[in-house]
């Protein structure tokens, strides 16, 4: 077992692995930038290493600088977390020669699953089912045209580098084609160096279904159920919750064991989620693989009461999974409560935090690294906490998220919570009736 983890990362996922590795015995490193020398996993760490300024670029994403860091500290492992370097496969690599353990993917896995062309034409081969589209790149705009007329209208571009919904465009006739497909390449190539694009056939009224899957080192892998994560706004989740309301018995089986088909496959070891596509018939298609830890994984972790960080680091230190598959026992709903203003188009709203009052009872979880006095730097993602509300039905877990949202307060800045408090009266929201379009018709109710 590992003697000391440096975790990659900062906020809430940073403090999360720290008390996994607490639990465990094992010491850790934090890293962090001068804007986050306040933050509760630079207090809670047994070591703390600060690796440059604000800027990601110059800090969180400066390989040199965490790994000089892992060094000077003697850490055997790097945990990545979510987002930053969790699906680098240089980083990976790197920390291969530097004979530190990564705590995820290997270097040729991520780069099987990372390229979205290629983890889709490693999927078929794999025999699990994917949206029918182009086969790799498209080399030129007539290709684009071809395919499209091949599959049929509405058609969607997207960036193989892709993430966060940029260089996707929706096409429902070829008169749109011209126009996005310029727009989307230099989308791309500006957000991600990489001007590459595929297409697909788009999936009308999709829900986004994922599937948690853990591997070991040994072949074997299992799932742990699903995740619905299909409220987002500009293709970023807002909440989640397991069970999914749209999920039958068979649904899940064929699902569960189309993850497990491509885990095994392609033989991945760690903590993953394979992401599917599900029309409103129930057929369900491969969208992409994180081989990584995700920003929802409490919610999974609650309702078959399994530590998801506790097993990544074991599978890393070669321990086998029990090859066993989850199934929930309870209902868990998640809300990524950011600092933004919902009622201002959802604007962005660091600052510094003059009042917290945290939710608590039974089944109410909540992760995040903010508290009363802590100012919330501008370079970062907007998410400051997690709400997670567990309890045995659906209908029980949205009355425990109104009752928590109710208790949260947070002054000095602006947050999604009212945004979240009124989704749990959504109509729709709790019929389980929605879809990824589902935030194109809410509209915020005025406060006043």
Known sequence: MFKKILIANRGEI???????????????????????????????????????????????????????AAEITNADAIHPGYGFLSENAK????????????????????????????????????????????????????????????????????????GGGKGMRAIWKEEELDKAWES????????????GMYMEKL??????????????SYGKACHLSERDCSVQRRHQKLT???PSPFMTDDLRQRMGDAA????????????????????????FYFMEMNTRIQVEHPITEQVIDYDLIREQILVAAGVPISGKNYLPQLHSIECRINAEDPYN????????????HAPGGHGVRLDTHVYAGYTIPPNYDSMIAKLITTAQTREEAIN?????????????????????????????????????????????????
């Open 345 to 356: 188009d959802f604007r962005p709203s660091p600052g510094k935090i003059t009042v917290l």
């Open 14 to 68: 940073a403090l999360r692995v720290i008390r996994t590795c607490r639990e465990m015995g094992i010491k850790t490193v934090a890293v962090y930038s001068t804007a986050d020398a306040e933050s509760l996993h630079v207090k809670f760490a047994d070591e703390a290493v600060c690796i440059g300024p604000a800027p990601s670029n110059l800090s969180y994403l400066k390989m040199s600088n965490i790994i000089a």
């Open 240 to 242: 989640e919750e397991t």
């Open 260 to 283: 497990v088909k491509a885990a095994e496959f392609i033989q991945y070891e760690g903590a993953g989620t394979v992401e599917f596509l599900v029309d409103k018939h129930r057929n």
């Open 91 to 162: 980083f990976s690599k790197i920390c291969q020669e530097h004979g530190i353990k990564f705590i995820g993917a290997s270097p040729e896995m991520i780069e099987k699953m990372g390229d979205k062309a290629t983890a889709k034409a490693t999927m078929k081969a794999a025999g699990v089912p994917c949206v029918p589209g182009s086969d790799g790149i498209l080399e030129s705009l007539e290709q684009a045209k071809k395919v499209a007329k091949e599959i049929g209208y509405p058609v969607m571009m997207k960036a193989t580098a892709g």
């Open 203 to 216: 999936i009308e009224e999709p829900r986004h279904i994922e599937i948690q899957v853990v591997g070991d």
């Open 400 to 448: 425990k998220m109104k009752r928590a949202l109710d208790e949260f307060y947070i002054e000095g800045i602006k947050t999604t919570i009212p945004f979240h408090r009124q989704l749990m009266d959504e109509p729709d929201y709790v019929a389980g009736n929605y879809t990824t379009k589902f935030m194109e018709s809410f509209k915020m109710k005025d406060p006043n």
């Open 184 to 195: 989307a390449r230099l989308e791309a190539a500006a957000a991600f160096g990489n001007d």
